[in-house]
């Protein structure tokens, strides 16, 4: 099986432009994770969805954030308008169904985002 | 107040030995799931070894084991004979069980490891 594919692999933008990551989950998982990774903050959690229904957006970090997961097997993430400060790797992770602590969320390969 | 606390940025490893990686952490729940992750420079993550709160052996998979201590609440990672592969960022994280359903993890800020020839 395929595992969770993102795109593009890497944006280069610039400056006040829209950006838009895209995320496939794994086929049958039900919970869909975006993270961030920069230096200074390490990895930290966007938003996350249970059956396409966001359930907790407190990491985004402000209204120029979007995501949405229009279906079971897509989900966007979507920044208008990018700032040099929203540079980072963004992770794309799913995990199946159940409630178990020790459901393993996988990660995809990653976005490397770059707003010049 | 920081959740997971990995208070080594880097660490260097000759070649076969052992290595310990240390990750404490902090929670009020009673359940909870530690997990270690390895990102190797190409970017990817990837899951290492699970560790329930509850679970009264240590994890082991394969040349990784948890040294889990639940009453100084660190759950420290060990690689047994280290190879040049090993080498990249290890990052700790924690679920914590108090809320119903498949919660995030939240991470540590990680230890990169260096395996030395």
């Known amino acids: 099986d395929a595992g969770v594919i993102q795109s593009p692999r890497h944006e280069v933008t610039e400056m006040g432009q829209e950006v838009t990551l895209r995320c496939k989950p794994i086929s049958g998982h039900d919970y869909l994770f975006w993270y961030r990774q920069t230096m200074m903050r390490g990895l930290e959690l966007l938003i996350y969805f249970n059956n396409n229904v966001p359930i907790d957006d407190s990491g985004m970090p402000e209204d120029r954030f979007s995501a949405k997961m229009p279906n079971a097997s897509f989900s966007t993430l979507k920044i208008q308008p990018s700032e040099p400060r929203d540079s980072a790797v963004y992770f794309c992770?799913?995990?199946?169904?159940?409630?178990?602590?020790?459901?393993?969320?996988?990660f995809g390969p990653g976005t490397r985002l770059t707003v010049l | 107040a920081q959740k997971i606390t990995q208070t080594q940025p880097g660490m260097f490893v000759q070649e076969k030995e052992a290595v310990t990686l240390d990750c404490t952490y902090d929670?009020?729940?009673?359940?909870?799931?530690l997990f270690w992750y390895k990102q190797p420079s190409s970017g990817e993550m990837i899951f290492l070894i699970y560790?329930?709160?509850?679970?009264?052996q240590n994890a082991t998979e394969g040349r990784y084991s948890l040294n889990f201590q639940k009453a100084r609440k660190s759950a420290n990672l060990v690689i047994s004979a280290s190879q040049l592969g090993d080498s990249a960022m290890y990052f700790c994280a924690m679920r914590e069980g108090s809320r119903s359903g498949n919660t995030p993890l939240v991470f540590g800020k990680g230890t990169r490891l260096s395996v030395i020839a």
């Open positions: 560790q329930g709160s509850y679970d009264e």
């Open positions: 992770a799913s995990s199946q169904p159940g409630t178990g602590l020790r459901n393993e969320q996988f």
């Open positions: 929670t009020s729940d009673q359940s909870y799931g």
